[in-house]
């Protein structure tokens, strides 16, 4: 295991320092609707704040009448198709569609068969990292999270790119599929380097092949003896499609967005998107999700029973039980109401598979969550709130059946999302030309100066 840094800092100086911190930096709630603050840029009613314009993606789970929030089923949109429409067409054909959603997401149409063809060729001839890559930015800096080490290693391609802060659109293009491509090679390197320093286990990497689509090659890469089935890969495909983008609002694109309006370089805006991704409010709440329902099997004696299920949801609510946070991760959404697409189509494509593998119970269970939860908030918190299963209820447990470790949950959905993130990173580029600048108000008193003598201890 790699030597951890032991900061200067003592613990006592760290809690002084804290005490100081304290006394101003804490801002009152009031203050907030004194000024009339959109906190985390959400209106009163929980919508987000206008920022800008999209052709990229839509996110519907509501309208509004009379001005009033009214609930309806959820919809997904890329380019104006709807997700359900490009999953079915792709498990009616039997095909796979991750590199068909690239397209779409980058270019705004279909891909032709031809076209389809050309950019399966450019991703397989992308995936391979530079010389010594591997070597020298991964296997020498192990590190306890997969997401911080693809943050690292993006950030290192700039080092290695010949024409890194070129922002025209050719050049961010290039980039951009580059970055794609290599995302699963970076993924699988760094849990294998993981594997090795934290778990004492064989590390294994295996060669690059190119016939096969994005979904084939990360189930090839993270497997030991690099066997799969269609069925496996095609449900992993699925996820891919769906984690592929969610709208210019969401925290992770908005980032990116945000750092590409600076007029910075395509390997900085696309780190942004892998540290706001990584937060257990965004893309890690799928492993939360994950620990939820370990804790919840393990704490009642039948997890398919709806009446122990919801016990425990009570306890969750009122902060007596999972990580006191009183949260149920996987349900509710900032958009969703009635249903999370993405979360509907996950769980009628993985439940023929879940039951093969003998996940049965584990998908029951998921199903009493998804179920209860609405009925258990209303009776503790007191509010009728219409609420669905978002689509980290049901990923988590879709990888588990496909044998992939929790330490890659959130690493896949960052591999799916770059995919967005570029798209919109190219589409700030070609409409956006302002730089992001929300305002602050202050609220600090205006203070007189003292000299450093005359300060009291």
Not at 255 to 281: E, H, N, Q
Not at 365 to 393: R, S, Y
Not at 405 to 418: C, E
């Amino acid at each position: 295991m790699p030597t951890s840094y032991i900061s200067p800092i003592s613990m006592d100086a760290l809690s002084s320092l804290c005490s100081e911190l304290d006394k101003n930096n804490s801002i009152k709630r009031t203050d907030f609707e004194k000024y009339h603050v959109k906190r985390g840029l959400r209106n009163e009613d929980g919508t987000g704040v206008m920022a800008g314009l999209t052709r990229v993606c839509s996110v519907e789970g509501y309208y509004i009448l009379d001005g009033e929030r009214i609930p309806k089923e959820g919809k997904l949109s890329y380019r104006g198709y709807d997700i359900n429409d490009i999953v079915n067409g792709c498990i009616k054909d039997n095909r796979y569609g991750y590199e068909e959603v690239v397209w779409l997401l980058l270019f705004g149409e279909l891909p032709t068969e031809s076209q389809l063809i050309s950019l399966r060729e450019v991703i397989a001839e992308c995936r391979a990292l530079p010389d010594e890559f591997i070597e020298d930015m991964i296997m020498k800096h192990a590190s306890k999270d997969i997401m911080n080490k693809m943050a690292r290693c993006v950030m290192a391609l700039y080092s290695f790119d010949e024409n890194p802060d070129d922002t025209s659109i050719p050049n961010v293009l290039r980039q951009s599929l580059q970055l794609i491509a290599q995302m699963p090679t970076i993924m699988n390197s760094a849990y294998q380097v993981k594997r090795r320093a934290f778990y004492n286990k064989t590390m294994f990497l295996h060669p690059i092949r190119k016939e096969q689509t994005t979904a084939e090659y990360i189930l090839n890469q993270i497997r030991a003896d690099k066997k799969f089935t269609q069925e496996e890969a095609h449900l992993l495909d699925i996820c891919l499609m769906l984690h592929a983008d969610h709208g210019g609002g969401n925290n992770s694109t908005f980032s990116t967005r945000v750092l590409t309006s600076s007029g910075t370089d395509t390997y900085s805006a696309i780190t942004a998107g892998f540290g706001s991704l990584k937060g257990p409010r965004h893309g890690g709440a799928n492993l939360r999700v994950a620990k939820q329902m370990d804790e919840l099997m393990e704490c009642v004696s039948d997890s398919t029973d709806p009446a122990q299920v919801k016990d425990y949801l009570v306890k969750i609510l009122k902060g007596e039980a999972g990580d006191g946070s009183g949260l149920i991760y996987g349900m509710g959404h900032a958009v969703y109401t009635k249903s999370d697409p993405r979360a509907v189509i996950l769980k009628k494509n993985a439940k023929k598979l879940a039951y093969e593998k003998g996940y049965e119970k584990e998908f029951k269970t998921l199903e009493n969550i998804e179920l209860l939860t609405p009925q258990v908030f209303a009776e503790v918190k007191g509010v009728d709130k219409v609420m669905c299963a978002n689509v980290d209820l049901y990923s988590g447990l879709v990888y588990k059946v496909l044998g992939i470790p929790q330490d890659l949950y959130t690493p896949l959905f960052a591999t799916a999302r770059i995919a967005g993130w570029c798209a919109h990173r190219l589409e700030e580029l070609t409409s956006g030309g302002k730089i992001m600048r929300p305002a602050y108000k202050s609220v600090s008193k205006s203070k007189t100066f003292v000299e450093l003598g005359d300060r009291n201890a």
